[in-house]
């Protein structure tokens, strides 16, 4: 099951109409017992989502609610949803920020670590006043010892400043 919601994806990204009528199972199967469903899953709902924002945005909280799941790689997937979204509405998820910032302290080194600055990173790109009170908790984790997660969130940081200096301007002139 999981292979065909990575096919769901690699076509909901380019053709969503064609897998519109499959999102809803996408959604049931977030709560399937086997964690490579709901990773699947994940993905298929972020890349279609990504392409036709509609067919998601309802529906975001069911994505966000995995923050707290067992499985790490979930999490991680979670957040690549997310990602993925964010890049066609970032606002979507002002309400989520906080969980975020909350994830950044997540026991899992491997996955979640270094998946979750690049949301604040997306956010960043496109509404950085949404993560501009995100900058000193990010900061904060500058010295934390997993090595992609400082890289991942220097470069979260950098998108988001640079962003803020840039809308800061523009309202200027």
């Known amino acids: 099951m999981e292979k065909i919601y990575w096919a769901i994806g690699?076509?909901?990204?380019?053709r969503p109409k064609i897998v519109k009528n499959l999102v809803n199972?996408?959604?049931?199967?977030l709560q399937n017992e086997c964690p490579a469903?709901?990773?699947?899953a994940l993905f298929a709902l972020g890349r279609t989502g990504r392409a036709d924002i509609n067919l998601v945005k309802d529906r975001i909280i069911e994505i966000i609610n995995l923050y707290?799941?067992?499985?790490?790689?979930?999490r991680m997937s979670m957040i690549w949803a997310c990602e993925n979204i964010a890049n066609s509405r970032a606002d979507l998820f002002e309400p989520y920020i906080k969980i975020f910032e909350e994830m950044l302290d997540d026991v899992d080194?491997?996955?979640?670590?270094?998946?979750?600055?690049?949301?604040?990173r997306v956010i960043g790109k496109y509404s950085p006043e949404l993560v501009k009170q995100s900058l000193e908790k990010l900061k904060g984790k500058?010295?934390?010892?997993?090595?992609?997660?400082?890289?991942?969130?220097?470069?979260a940081i950098k998108v988001i400043e640079k962003n803020l200096q840039y809308k800061n301007k523009r309202n200027f002139t």
């Open 10 to 14: 690699q076509i909901g990204i380019h």
């Open 25 to 29: 199972y996408a959604f049931e199967d």
């Open 37 to 40: 469903i709901r990773e699947n």
């Open 68 to 74: 707290k799941d067992d499985n790490a790689k979930v």
């Open 109 to 120: 080194e491997r996955y979640v670590k270094k998946e979750i600055p690049e949301i604040f």
């Open 142 to 155: 500058l010295n934390d010892k997993n090595k992609v997660m400082r890289i991942h969130i220097n470069g």
